[in-house]
């Protein structure tokens, strides 16, 4: 198990196309805590999910990771935090179409020369975790909307990235479904990973050690 890694975020703004969409907003994701990030539909959960991956520039204020001033750093070191730390499940569950449930749970571990093939037990166990059991060689697109959101969710496993950013990770599942994604989150939680889920589900946001509003 890694020791964790802590994101913070300090102060934070950001202007998209000249409009403040985050202005002055402080978060931390703390190895074995979870962070819920709450408000209206275009409120900037995502947003700030966003920008608490580096996928999204800030305008004002600093991310950090660990000690280090991540707003500022270079495509290089930005990639080594996605492999090396970030799982990230995202709103519109980012999956390739055309490929299958196995190649999109893998995905950031293939290797051109050997595909899936070397990742196959691990694979297997993630689909296994979020109810999956048996579907690697489906196409994506055949799958239900719930199902293509717990495929996202298997990649995230797969992967045990240590700083866990979800973006709505329930939003298509029924409730049994729902227990078991939080049930995997929270794991990772008490395994020392840091979470942070945006969404309107309020249950699940009071289950988190702590709740950001954003309005
Ligand atoms: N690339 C972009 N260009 C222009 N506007 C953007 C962009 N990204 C986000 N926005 C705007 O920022 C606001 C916040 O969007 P965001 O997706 O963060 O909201 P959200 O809280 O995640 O909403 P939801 O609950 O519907 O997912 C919205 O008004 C959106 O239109
Ligand atoms: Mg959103």
Redesign the pocket.
Known sequence: MSTGTAVVARDVSIT??G?A?ITGVSAELAPGRSLALV????????????ALGLLQPVSGGSITVGDAPAHRWKDGQRRRFWRDHMAFIA?DYGLVEDETVAYNVALHALSVWRGAAPHRAGVRAALAAVGLEGREKDRVSTLSGGERQRVGIARAVFKRGDVILA??PTASLDEDNREAIAGLLFERVREGAALAI?T?DLDLAARCDSVLE?S
């Not at 408000?39 to 966003?50: E, M, P, Q, V």
Request: no cysteine; glycine share 14%; net charge neutral.
């Open positions: 998209v196309a409009r969409i408000g209206a539909s275009g409120a900037g959960k995502t947003t700030l999910l966003n709103q973006d709505e945006a309107h954003l």
